[in-house]
């Protein structure tokens, strides 16, 4: 049920589906309902993709425009009206929405013509892990992602009678979802305890597919060998989310449970929603779920081979609390080739991960991490993680874990390692801790950086 299907109804009939008894089913409904529309639209040639994208994304504008109070005022301040928006590639007459404008302005993004139950508070804690909060429309949102993921899962063979074990940042340590045949299991408890009790839960379930953070699977993984134990299901694939899936650690999981391999890119904002497939690991955008721009520093569409821009994206699901052309603060490379599965789906080559994934040296250049997370792991001896923390230029102090067979020795190898990687410019702190905190959803933070980075 979208802005103006809500309008139709009386007021108590808006406010009864957010109801906790009946959320339930708002839930469902809302689930099924968009799991037939993808697997109808799945098949659009690009022709009705476009169509649909302008019409969802009008919708939209229209909504933004009648009822939420600071697109009326950025259409007013600009001379645009809806009605100015005639095709997709008018919506770059919209200004970039950008996360500090989502700070400024919370409450005047929020919907006029929904009832104060409809609104679900969310927040993303970032790499810099200070929370952006906004809204989502209760029951819904969780409806339609769910219906994306099925739709996601079945390329791999998934049918609705597998079970699935998730992998997630939970608070308990397990938790039963009877109707989706799944048990999640909490990245916060990662203990060698934990990560027993897990292998056996894993073998009892018999679970066919996994999904988890890339850092959750690679503790459960390192477990598994380091105690000679063993994952006695055959298992059709593993997806991972929530963070950047390193290339090593694709292959290092398809080694070890001899399976394919998915990754799926999109963030708790749920603007974007991309996955790699069986014939490839390019990006592919679900267009059902939101418009994307990819967008270089001078805010022009990228188009040659390689070449890396923002990811800018536009909700097709949300008249709650609009994103319309909202800058992630992700990277991607481009790519003009086509995927051999056919799909007419936009793809990126590669998702790059956030722009905050660089350090700062003392002379204020900006210093890629790509890749430093591998040579630390691979080369790198009893340390069972490590974590960069930034806030002041040219220095980086380095949270690491020991492990039983920990020495001096490998304290010196960790030196050497970020010394060769990042060059001579940085003061180095390191600071033993007994484990690293993860987000408040779960997630492993590679680096903190809390250090603003441009790219003007």
């Not at 989502?136 to 992602?145: A, D, T």
Request: proline share 4%.
């Amino acid at each position: 049920m979208n802005a103006y299907e809500l309008d139709r109804h009386p007021s108590f009939l808006k406010s009864m589906q957010y109801k906790p008894l009946i959320s339930s089913v708002t839930f469902l409904n809302t689930f099924f309902s968009w799991y037939k529309f993808l697997q109808k639209s799945n098949k659009f040639s690009q022709k009705q993709i476009a169509t649909y994208q302008l019409e969802r994304i009008q919708s939209i504008i229209r909504q933004g425009y009648n009822h939420v109070p600071y697109y009326k005022e950025l259409f007013d301040k600009n001379k645009l009206k809806p009605s100015s928006i005639q095709s997709l590639s008018d919506i770059k007459k919209i200004p970039l929405l950008t996360k500090n404008d989502i700070k400024k302005n919370i409450m005047q993004i929020k919907a006029r013509n929904y009832p104060a139950n409809a609104f679900q508070n969310r927040s993303t804690g970032g790499t810099t892990g200070i929370p952006l909060y906004f809204y989502l429309e209760k029951s819904h949102w969780l409806g339609i992602h769910f219906a994306f993921n099925r739709i996601y899962m079945q390329q791999a063979g998934y049918q609705w009678s597998d079970k699935i074990i998730s992998i997630a940042g939970i608070n308990q340590q397990a938790k039963k979802h009877p109707f989706f045949k799944t048990i999640e299991l909490s990245s916060f408890h990662t203990t060698s305890k934990d990560l027993d009790h897990y292998i056996q839960l894993i073998n009892r379930f018999k679970p066919k597919f996994i999904t988890s953070f890339p850092s959750a699977l690679l503790l459960l993984t390192n477990h598994l060998l380091q105690t000679n134990k063993q994952i006695n299901t055959h298992l059709k694939a593993i997806f991972c989310h929530g963070e950047t899936l390193e290339e090593w650690q694709r292959e290092y999981f398809k080694n070890t449970y001899n399976c394919n391999v998915f990754d799926q890119y999109g963030h708790r904002e749920q603007c974007v929603f991309a996955t790699t497939c069986t014939k490839s690991n390019t990006y592919h955008f679900f267009p059902q779920y939101g418009f994307i721009e990819i967008l270089n520093k001078s805010e022009k569409p990228v188009t040659r081979e390689g070449e890396v821009g923002e990811i800018i994206a536009s909700s097709l699901t949300n008249y709650i609390f609009p994103f319309i052309r909202y800058k992630t603060d992700d990277l991607a490379q481009y790519t003009t080739k086509k995927c051999s599965c056919e799909s007419t789906y936009p793809i990126v080559k590669k998702i790059l991960g956030r722009t905050q994934e660089y350090l700062i040296n003392k002379n204020n250049e900006k210093i890629p991490i790509t890749g430093l997370y591998h040579l630390l792991s691979a080369q790198v001896q009893n340390i069972k993680e490590c974590q960069l923390y930034q806030d002041t230029t040219g220095e980086l102090i380095i949270h690491y874990v020991k492990d039983a067979l920990f020495t001096e020795k490998n304290l010196k190898q960790l030196q050497r390692m970020l010394l060769e990687k990042l060059g001579k410019d940085f003061t180095l702190v390191f600071q033993s801790k007994e484990l690293i905190r993860r987000t408040k959803h779960g997630k492993y933070q590679f680096i903190i950086q809390k250090i603003p980075i441009t790219f003007t």
